[in-house]
C-alpha cells in the first residue's frame, strides 16, 4: 500500500489539497498561526512525498465563512486556485442566477496582483448531490444494476443524476463542472463509495449514445482547474470578504466568534509561546535532541486552528481535548525554552526554571513563596522592547535588580478585589509588583526579585487608592495622565468619557456601554425556530433596546489607583463584570483588561 500511494501521487492521480495540519478557520484565526498550520502541513507532505506531493490547491470547503486576507495567502503560498463550500445563502443564490459561482479574488488591494486567486463555490457545500450519498451513514438507495432484480432502478437514477447535471450547468459558466461525492466521517467502507460510483460513471456515459453530452469520469481539482483554464473563459472579480456567513434568514454563523473565549484565549498564549521555543532552539542550535518537544507544540498550536476548535462551536469534551494538547504542548516547549536558554547563558551548570501560566489570574507560586528570585525576560521581537512586567507577591518590601545590580523602580499595588475573589484561585498573593524592564531584540535579560525584611530600602513606589460609589457624587471629572495621554473619567459613574492626546492636544470622545444578549430558544425545526447557541448568534430581543441588548443591572463602584509607574480606574459593573483601565507612566497606549464571570445562568 505504501509503494501504491507514492506511484499514485507521482502519476497525478492521487492529490493533496491545501496541505495544512488542519482545515482551518477564517474569522478567529491570527493570520501568524495560519502560517504555521499550513507551515507545518506543508513540510510534512514534502518530507514524505517530495515535490510530487506539493498542493496547488486551497480547499476551505467547511469553514463558516471566508476571509480575503486568507485568499491572498493562498495566492502567496503559490496555489492555482482555490475552492469554498460555504458562503451566504442569498449571495449564493445570486451567483447561482447570473453564473458568477467562479471568480477572480483579489486578495489584498496593497499586494495587488499576486494576491489574486481564481475561486470557485461548489455546488452543494461539499455534499453529494440529494439522494446519491453511498456510505454506510446514508440511506440512499445503491445502483441497483440486475434487471432481474425487484430494486433494480438504473434508469431512475440515471435519470436523477442527469437532471442534477442539467441543473448545475445553468449555475456555472463552462461546460466542465466539479460534483463533490462524500461527507463528514464518509468512506469508512470506500468499495461501497467506489462500487456504486463505478456504476454510476458506466450508465450515465451509456447515455452518449443517444445524443447525451454528459461525460462523467474520476477527477482532481487540479484537473478541473486545468480544464477551465483550457476553456479560456472571463471571469468576474471580487474584492472584499464572504462574511458573515448565513444559511437562512435566522442562521447568522457569528455566535462563534466569541464562543469559548477561554480556548480563544489559550489558543493565542500558545501560539506566541511557539514562536518564542522557535526562535530559542534556533539560536541555542539545540538540533535534533529537541525537536519532539518543539513539534508536539507546533502539532497543538496547528489542530486548534481547525474550524471546529478555536471557533469553539466543538462539545464540551472535544474542547478539553483541545486544551489538554495545548497545555502538554507548552510544557514540552518549556523544556526546550529551558534547555536554550543554558545554552545560550553559557552556565556551567543548568539552570532550573520555573515558569508563571496562571498570570492571567495573578498566579505565581515562585513569586509568591520565594525570598529571592531570578527572572528571566524573553523578547521576541526584532526590536528592543521596554516592557511593564506585573506579577503577583504577598505584601511586604522588596528589591529589584537590572543587569550589573542596577537598582529597578517598582511599584506595588494590592490586587483588584475582583481578582482576589476569583472562584478556584488558590494563591497567597494580595498585591502584584510592577516595573519597567529593557528587553534586547531575540534576547533576554534577567532582573532579580528580592523579598526585604520589614523596614527595608528599596526604589518601591508609593501607591494610593480612592474607593468611590457609582451613586451619591456629583463633583467634576477625574483624570488620570502621563506625559502622552489624558483620561477623563465621570465622577458619578467612574465611566470614561474622553482620551486627549498631549501631544497634539486633541481630544475625543469616548462611551462605553456593558450590556448582555438573552438567546433565542428553539428546536431548530424550521428557520423561525432558529435556537441561538455556539455557532449562530440570534438574540431575544423581545424586551431589549434596539441592538437587542440589555444593559447590565447594579450598583457600580471603581477605584482610582495612582502610584509613579501606573494608574488605574478599576470599574465594578456587576457582581460579575469588572474592568480595569490601565495607562503607564511612558506609554502611548491605554490598556483595557476587563473580566466577566462566572456569569448567573439557570
Known amino acids: ?5 507514492h506511484r499514485l501521487v507521482k502519476e497525478g492521480r492521487l492529490e493533496f489539497i491545501s496541505g495544512a495540519w488542519s482545515m482551518n478557520d477564517e474569522a478567529v484565526c491570527h493570520y501568524s498561526s495560519i502560517i504555521e ?48 463550500g460555504r458562503i451566504d445563502y442569498q449571495d449564493i443564490e445570486k451567483r447561482r442566477k447570473t453564473k458568477t459561482m467562479e471568480m477572480i479574488w483579489e486578495g489584498s488591494d496593497s499586494l495587488g496582483k499576486m494576491s489574486d486567486i481564481f475561486t470557485g463555490i461548489l455546488p452543494n457545500v461539499y455534499w453529494p448531490p440529494s439522494t446519491f450519498c453511498f456510505d454506510l451513514l446514508c440511506n440512499d438507495p445503491p445502483i441497483m444494476d440486475d434487471p432481474r432484480l425487484e430494486d433494480y ?6 435519470a436523477t443524476f442527469m437532471e442534477v447535471v442539467n441543473n448545475q450547468s445553468l449555475q456555472y459558466k463552462t461546460d466542465n463542472l466539479i460534483i463533490t461525492m462524500g461527507n463528514d466521517f464518509n468512506y469508512q467502507n470506500a468499495h461501497v463509495w467506489f462500487k456504486n460510483l463505478d456504476k454510476l460513471i458506466k450508465y450515465v456515459n451509456a447515455k452518449q449514445t443517444n445524443g447525451s453530452k454528459i461525460n462523467l469520469f474520476y477527477s482532481t481539482p487540479s484537473c478541473y482547474l486545468n480544464a477551465l483554464h483550457q476553456a479560456n473563459a472571463s471571469w468576474p472579480t471580487k474584492d472584499d470578504d464572504f462574511f458573515p456567513y448565513a444559511s437562512g434568514e435566522h442562521t447568522v454563523w457569528s455566535g462563534y466568534y466569541t464562543s469559548r473565549p477561554a480556548l480563544k484565549r489559550m489558543e493565542r ?14 539560536l541555542a542550535q539545540l538540533g535534533p535532541a529537541d525537536q519532539h518537544e518543539v513539534s508536539a507544540l507546533r502539532d497543538a498550536v496547528s489542530v486548534a486552528q481547525h474550524h471546529d476548535a478555536v471557533t469553539g462551536t466543538e462539545r464540551q469534551h472535544v474542547a478539553d481535548d483541545y ?23 553559557n552556565v556551567t551548570k543548568p539552570l532550573q526554571f520555573e515558569f508563571c501560566d496562571l498570570l492571567n489570574i495573578s498566579i505565581c507560586s515562585i513569586t509568591e513563596n520565594s525570598k529571592e528570585v531570578a527572572l ?28 550589573g545590580g542596577t537598582k529597578i523602580p517598582f511599584q506595588i499595588t494590592p490586587l483588584p478585589k475582583h481578582t482576589l475573589l476569583l472562584p478556584g484561585r488558590l494563591s497567597n498573593a494580595t498585591h502584584e509588583i510592577l516595573f519597567r524592564a529593557k528587553l534586547p531584540p531575540l534576547g533576554y535579560t534577567a532582573y532579580n526579585l528580592k523579598k526585604l525584611a520589614k523596614g527595608g530600602v528599596s526604589l518601591a513606589g508609593h501607591t494610593s487608592i480612592l474607593r468611590k460609589r457609582a451613586s451619591g457624587f456629583a463633583d467634576d471629572d477625574f483624570v488620570i495622565k502621563n506625559e502622552f495621554l489624558a483620561l477623563t473619567f465621570d465622577q458619578s459613574s467612574g465611566s470614561l468619557k474622553y482620551l486627549t492626546n498631549l501631544e497634539t492636544n486633541t481630544t475625543i470622545s469616548i462611551s462605553q456601554t456593558f450590556a448582555y444578549y438573552v438567546g433565542s430558544v428553539g428546536n431548530n425545526t424550521k428557520e423561525p425556530l432558529r435556537a441561538s447557541g455556539a455557532y449562530i448568534f440570534r438574540p431575544n430581543c423581545t424586551g431589549a433596546g434596539p441592538d437587542c441588548s440589555r444593559p447590565l443591572e447594579g450598583n457600580g463602584t471603581y477605584e482610582i489607583v495612582k502610584g509613579p509607574l501606573v494608574q488605574e480606574v478599576r470599574q465594578y459593573i456587576c457582581a460579575w463584570v469588572s474592568q480595569v483601565i490601565r495607562l503607564h507612566a511612558t506609554s502611548k497606549k491605554v490598556h483595557f483588561e476587563w473580566q466577566v464571570g462566572p456569569i448567573p445562568v439557570g
Open 1 to 5: 500500500m505504501h509503494h501504491t500511494v
Open 37 to 84: 498550520n499550513f507551515a507545518w502541513g506543508l513540510r510534512k507532505l514534502n518530507d514524505t512525498f517530495g515535490a510530487c506531493g506539493r498542493p496547488k490547491i486551497g480547499w476551505q470547503i467547511d469553514p463558516f465563512g471566508h476571509s480575503r486576507e486568507q485568499a491572498a495567502l493562498f495566492a502567496m503560498l503559490g496555489f492555482d486556485g482555490l475552492f469554498l
Open 153 to 158: 432502478n438504473v434508469v431512475e437514477r440515471v
Open 269 to 282: 498564549e500558545a501560539s506566541a509561546f511557539l514562536l518564542t521555543c522557535k526562535q530559542i532552539d534556533a
Open 323 to 345: 486544551a489538554l494538547r495545548l497545555d502538554r504542548g507548552v510544557k514540552e516547549c518549556q523544556e526546550t525554552v529551558v534547555d536554550g536558554i543554558n545554552r545560550i547563558s
Open 376 to 403: 528571566v525576560l524573553w523578547n521576541p521581537l526584532s526590536r528592543t522592547l521596554n516592557h511593564y512586567v506585573q506579577l503577583p507577591v504577598v505584601d511586604g518590601d522588596y528589591d529589584i535588580t537590572g543587569p
